[in-house]
């Protein structure tokens, strides 16, 4: 069964700082995809990046970057001169499609803190 | 992206009632997903609801349990029968846009008392 590992279950850092969650995941598929959701206080879930296995390029979006080492099953998230609404937890999920159907299996999350 | 809603956002019910979750969604769409998150811990999927058909679900969940509907491609329903306090949770609902990306409604908080 796939699964999706978060060794770190809470981290807080100083506002401008640069953190990175870790996240390791478990599967035999060679095509998958990778996300982070974020959840905060609202509870609403929120897609922060994805990321797709066949591709090498490690995905961007503005303060936010993954490290995507395939081999080693990581796919860990850097977010950039962090900022006091990046506070929630943020959740690694993996989507596994068998027949066509599709299952997103997230990790147990990180409860990042961002300090002022 | 989709705008997504719930109703209610919250309850409180009485064991051994049964509660209705609605999930709305500003565009068609052929896939919706149910998915519980029990306090302080991550999301598992309950049940895919595909319009259409019926919905297929997860181990562990059952019909008589969770109840759904799927009578449009914009609109689901959940059902949580004969409740019991351990069915205390959040539970959202979501779909998916493109690319196997979801997205999620705000979520229905349950309290069981």
Known sequence: AQTVTQSQPEMSVQEAETVTLSCTYDTSESNYYLFWYKQPPSRQMILVIRQEAYKQQNA???RFSVNF???AKSFSLKISDSQLGDTAMYFCAFIQVIQGA????FGQGTRLTINP | ???ISQKPSRD???RGTSLTIQCQVDSQ???MFWYRQQPGQSLTLIATANQGSEATYESGFVIDKFPISRPNLTFSTLTVS???PEDSSIYLCSVEIHGYEQYFGP???LTVT
């Open chain 1, 69 to 71: 080492q395939k081999a």
């Open chain 1, 102 to 105: 599709q299952k997103l299996v």
């Open chain 2, 1 to 3: 992206s989709a705008v």
């Open chain 2, 29 to 31: 769409v052929t896939m």
């Open chain 2, 107 to 109: 979520g229905t908080r």
């Open chain 1, 60 to 62: 961007t979006e503005n």
């Open chain 2, 82 to 84: 004969n409740m019991s």
């Open chain 2, 12 to 14: 409180i019910c009485q």
